[in-house]
């Protein structure tokens, strides 16, 4: 649920990539944080603990333009990628504008790519939110792996109605990267603009 500062005359929008443990949640941000110029992005803060990491740093983009008159500013955060941190990714869900599943290319990471996609799904509803009523893209990573999986078997898993849009990645080279993010903000500006 996006915020509004009146005093700053700027909308806040959170933005969550999800996805399985080492799918590229975290290249993605790293990618962001370091092609966006300093003036317009906030500080990179990872939260660390024994086990896990989450990232999330803030941004105002150049050229995704205002809603009615006031600049949005995006927040970006990463979940922890294994599924026994669930209580962490329910937590940085909570509030969220926008969402990028990062599914991994790799053959034997499909049955981690169905399992985060169900728990996304279960957590968002514990949230009260249908997965159909918040902004998401499907962002194929690792397509430059050696026998990398097709992209319509990730779909048949991930999205089997085809109903996400979504781009492919290499997000270690920062391809698809910006691609991904720019599609997820307009989505996610459009939802403002509607005011819902």
């Known amino acids: ?13 959170k933005i969550v990539y999800y996805g399985p443990g080492m799918s590229g949640k975290t290249t993605n941000l790293k990618q962001v944080f370091a092609k966006v110029p300093g003036h317009l992005r906030g500080e990179m803060v990872s939260l660390a603990t024994e086990d896990e ?19 949005t500013r995006f927040h970006l955060y990463t979940v922890p990628g294994q599924v026994f941190y669930n209580a962490s990714r329910k937590l940085i869900l909570r509030g969220v504008d926008g969402i990028v599943f990062v599914a991994d290319s790799a053959p034997n990471r499909l049955r981690a790519n169905a ?20 902004p998401m893209i499907l962002q194929i990573n690792k397509r430059d792996l050696d ?15 085809h109903e ?20 997820v903000s307009r989505l996610v500006l459009e939802r403002l603009a509607k005011g819902q």
Do not use: Y
């Not at 649920?1 to 929008?13: G, H, K, L, V, Y």
């Not at 990491?53 to 600049?71: A, E, I, N, W």
């Not at 996609?117 to 009523?133: Q, S, T």
């Open 1 to 13: 649920m996006s915020t509004i500062n009146f005093a700053a005359r700027e909308i806040n929008c």
């Open 53 to 71: 990491r989450t990232l999330f740093f803030d941004f105002l983009p150049l050229d995704l333009g205002s809603v009615q008159g006031f600049k």
């Open 115 to 134: 399992e985060s996609m169900r728990n996304l799904r279960e957590n968002l509803l514990e949230h009260g939110i249908d997965v159909k009523e918040v």
């Open 147 to 161: 026998g990398a999986l097709s992209t319509e078997m990730i779909r048949a898993v991930i999205d089997p109605k």
């Open 164 to 183: 996400l849009q979504w781009h492919e990645a290499v997000a270690d080279q920062g391809r698809g990267v910006f691609e991904t993010l720019k599609t």
